[in-house]
């Protein structure tokens, strides 16, 4: 089997584990090829594996009582996500949907349980993984509840620019394409709301657009806005 890509960068979740745990880790997963569209599991579904992209495109998502959808997490290339049951009977509380045609490596909870208890390093290297997810979804929970829409915008344009932007003479440009009603999904609001609070940063020139790609323009003024902790950067990421 192929070994892991052992690259490290902010937009990996991977970043407490050593490479030895990795290795550690392709030895029990097998590869599972994903056409986009599909869903690695649903809402309710039993949390009993691990997935790792080895190549494509996972989101998260989370319906609510009134039929909005939030997107939680972006997945890409080197990132592991899942829940594991453990000694409780744990359901996914989200969906896992792939966004393009991925080589996705699954690890079953049975068999990741032996590296546990054989590894004593291994274990706690998943404690600070699984810690690092916990405070990854609890600071865009805050975002989300204590600053308001354009406070949660303004959070998710940082993330962006953390995870996938360049900087240029104008800013930091964000590499990924994004349209506003995608942006909406990040924090509950209509295409309609973002198209006024981005049209607000722009007349403020805290940020600009050029052949679609966004460009931060001023990032200590969205820090500003959403009351920014300047959390490290393997937390305020996408």
């Known amino acids: 089997m192929t070994k892991l890509t052992l690259e490290r960068n902010i ?6 584990l050593s490479d030895k745990t990795l290795t ?13 569209g599909s869903y690695l599991f649903w809402e309710g579904d039993q949390a009993d594996k691990l997935f790792y992209i080895k190549e494509g495109h996972v989101k ?3 319906a609510t009582s009134d039929g909005k959808e939030y997107i939680l997490n972006m997945f890409s290339n080197g990132d592991l996500f899942g829940e594991l049951s ?14 393009k045609d991925s080589v996705i490596g699954v690890i079953q909870q049975k068999d990741l349980e ?6 004593g390093e291994i274990a706690v290297e998943f404690l600070k993984w699984t810690s690092l997810l916990n405070q990854i979804t609890q600071s865009k929970l805050r975002d989300l509840t204590f600053h308001g829409k354009l406070g949660a915008l303004c959070s998710t344009l940082i993330r962006m620019a953390n995870s996938y932007g360049e900087k240029t003479s104008e800013g930091i440009r964000i590499t990924k394409k994004v349209k506003n009603g995608e942006l909406g999904e990040y924090i509950g609001a209509t295409r309609e ?3 006024r609070m981005l049209s607000d940063l722009r007349s403020k020139e805290i940020l600009s657009q050029d052949k679609g790609y966004l460009i931060v323009r001023n990032l200590e003024e ?3 806005i959403c009351h920014c902790e300047n959390c490290p950067l393997e937390i305020c990421r996408m």
Do not use: G, P, R
Request: cysteine-free; proline content about 0%; aromatic content about 12%.
């Open 11 to 16: 937009q990996q979740n991977t970043f407490h």
């Open 222 to 224: 969205l820090k500003q």
């Open 193 to 195: 709301s973002v198209n």
């Open 24 to 36: 550690a880790l392709t030895d029990i997963m097998y590869e599972q090829k994903v056409e986009a």
């Open 60 to 62: 998260m998502t989370k």
């Open 114 to 119: 032996i590296i546990l208890w054989q590894q």
């Open 86 to 99: 453990s000694f409780m009977n744990i359901k996914y509380a989200y969906n896992a949907q792939v966004m």
